[in-house]
């Protein structure tokens, strides 16, 4: 159980202590700075400890903020100071060296550790009340000041994102954030909510995939209510502060899991009427995830650029003080609410074939609008991108071990830098280019691919810090993902584009995978993973050549494309999983943009 240091005589009637044990702590008393160094030697070393003065005066939401997230190694507010484990040799050392100085003892011992080199977070109060008054006047209006603010209508405003899409925003938020609280106070947890939501967006998928109507009204009805609950998870864990590295893993992946196990469910559907539409399902999931890495690159490859301003960014700031942009152009790009709403309302009432055309044409003028402003702001601004940028776009970019080689084997012999973006265009043009153009099986398509292989190598052999350098991964994304599709549909042959929908997911779960590693600090997944299975241009010539090979027996290359993809599956998802459950996974929480 953590521990609570009441610090300071015990105020007549106040209802601090019960709160504090509320909110889970042991209450401990301690008459003064001077006694709360022996009181701390008696609490576990790897026990949550916090101190609060005993005349604090707030809303119980903000000694819960301050006490209770487990995000943070120290958080204060105004009289309370907490630490977990990682930072209770500098609070221990603090607390023996008593530091004096106006104000609460807690304020002093959280300056103390913050100077020692532990960052302590500050969490923003709004209208929540913190303070630690100096005599009964003050106490009295503090007292008046909690009064007037719902302390529990604050907490459930701020447990909703405070940026989403209209959809999102208008339609789903107002309620599911009582669905949030109803669940925590049941014991629910973020993470049961989440595997909730991927269980109905499951059986939607199911429902989807018997090609009957009723089954294409209910798989209509649950991927909403999948939504619902996709929301509820994130705003169950900030109304009640559970947040967790597996609950980051999960809520990273599982939107994928669900929107791409919807895919495949419609296309099973449509196939049991007769229509084939595993090519549209195919290409939905290559655009979505080409845009998602668009996302990525960009904001890698700027969130700490120096000099990072542009007229165009100066502009989208104007744009935002005009309410009524702001929600045009969040919607105009398909986030995940509108594109759920959308696949959700055309199942019921339409075809398979009339949810992928317009989940692909709105998702294609979402990539294409997000694109350009983007472009736009990397030509205007004069950003210098730093090293930790350069080396995310580098592994965000996922070279196995031909495009190292090339790039070392370039580097020794001192060959000229070409522009890293011009480089990769041009081996992904000539690889979709011979794809759409040779037979199935062609020799001369294994190499194009050695040709990818090497141009590759040429990209990345000097840090990517370019103006445009971030749009190299998202290409070459691109020439992987649309290389299987061609070859898949030249194979005329049962099941290769079933199978390829299987090898693209698994590939993309490894990209979604590198992306939330780098989101949360800890870097790319580890090199022998990616030489595993062999970066994109290694996996790219494997496919080829398993084309060439099986060309007199194309039937067999579903079976291959099978045995690729589940390979990949098994390898991604057991180092993964060892990552994410372990100690030193991050604790991601996806607050950015609403795709």
């Not at 003065?53 to 707030?58: N, Q």
């Not at 903020?65 to 309370?80: I, K, M, S, Y």
């Not at 447990?159 to 989403?164: E, G, P, W």
């Not at 649950?222 to 559970?242: E, I, K, P």
Request: with cysteine.
């Amino acid at each position: 159980m953590p521990t609570v240091i009441l610090t300071g005589l015990p105020v007549p009637g106040s209802p601090l202590a019960d709160e504090l044990r509320g909110l889970g702590f042991d209450v401990r008393p301690a008459t003064g700075p001077q006694d709360t160094a022996s009181v701390l030697a008696g609490v576990p070393a790897d026990q949550r400890v916090a101190v609060v003065d005993s005349a604090f005066v707030g809303h119980v939401h903000a000694l819960r903020l301050a006490l209770t997230d487990p995000r943070f190694d120290a958080c204060a507010v105004a009289g309370a100071f907490a630490v977990q484990p990682g930072a209770r040799d500098v609070l221990d050392k603090a607390a023996a060296l008593a530091p004096e100085g106006p104000g609460p003892y807690a304020d002093r011992l959280a300056d103390a550790v913050e100077a020692a080199g532990t960052s302590v977070q500050r969490p923003e109060l709004g209208t929540l009340v913190a303070t630690v008054p100096a005599g009964p006047a003050e106490r009295d209006a503090a007292t008046a000041a909690v009064a007037a603010v719902d302390d529990e209508a604050v907490r459930l405003r701020t447990a909703v994102k405070s940026r989403d899409g209209f959809f999102t925003t208008f339609f789903i938020s107002p309620y599911s954030r009582y669905i949030a609280r109803w669940c925590a106070r049941r014991g629910l947890t973020p993470n049961q909510v989440t595997t909730a939501s991927l269980i109905t967006a499951l059986i939607a998928a199911g429902c989807a995939a018997t090609g009957d109507r009723w089954g294409y009204v209910a798989a209509g009805v649950l991927l909403l209510v999948s939504f619902v609950l996709d929301c509820t998870d994130g705003q169950l864990a900030r109304y009640s502060l559970q947040y967790s590295t597996m609950g980051a893993w999960l809520d990273a992946t599982f939107d994928r899991a669900k929107e791409y196990s919807f895919y495949a469910g419609l296309a099973l559907g449509a196939a049991s009427n007769g229509d084939d539409v595993w090519g549209l399902a195919l290409g939905s999931m290559i655009l979505m995830t080409c845009r998602h890495v668009v996302d990525f690159s960009f904001n890698e490859a700027n969130h700490d650029a120096t000099a990072n301003t542009s007229p165009t960014a100066a502009l989208s700031d104007r744009l935002d003080s005009v309410g009524w942009t702001v929600w045009v152009r969040r919607m105009i790009i398909l986030p995940i609410g509108e594109r759920w709403a959308m696949i959700a309302v055309l199942t019921a009432f339409t075809t398979p074939r009339i949810v992928f055309y317009a989940l692909l044409i709105g998702c294609a003028f979402g990539a294409l609008y997000t694109t350009a402003g983007r472009v736009l702001r990397s030509l205007t601004r004069k950003a210098t991108r730093t090293d930790r940028a350069a080396q995310a776009l580098a592994d965000l970019a996922d070279s196995g071990p031909l495009a190292e080689l090339v790039a070392r084997a370039l580097i020794r012999v001192r060959a000229g830098s070409p522009g890293a973006l011009g480089v990769a265009v041009l081996a992904s043009a000539q690889l979709i280019f011979a794809a759409t153009q040779m037979p199935f099986g062609a020799w001369a398509m294994v190499a194009a691919a050695g040709i990818y292989a090497f141009f590759a190598g040429g990209a990345v052999m000097v840090p990517l810090k370019g103006a445009l350098d971030w749009l190299v991964p998202p290409v070459f994304r691109a020439a992987e993902y649309t290389t299987v599709l061609i070859l898949a549909v030249k194979a005329d042959v049962p099941g290769a584009l079933p199978a390829a929908f299987g090898l693209i997911a698994a590939v993309a779960y490894h990209h979604y995978d590198t992306v939330y590693r780098i989101r949360g600090g800890t870097g790319a997944p580890p090199h022998w993973l990616v030489r595993t299975i062999g970066g994109h241009e290694g996996r790219v010539l494997l496919i080829t050549v398993l084309a060439a090979v099986l060309v007199s027996r194309a039937a067999d290359f579903p079976v291959a494309l099978t045995a690729t993809a589940v390979f990949v599956a098994l390898v991604v998802l057991v180092e993964s999983i060892r990552f994410w459950v372990s100690s030193g996974a991050p604790a991601v929480h996806d607050e950015g943009e609403p795709a």
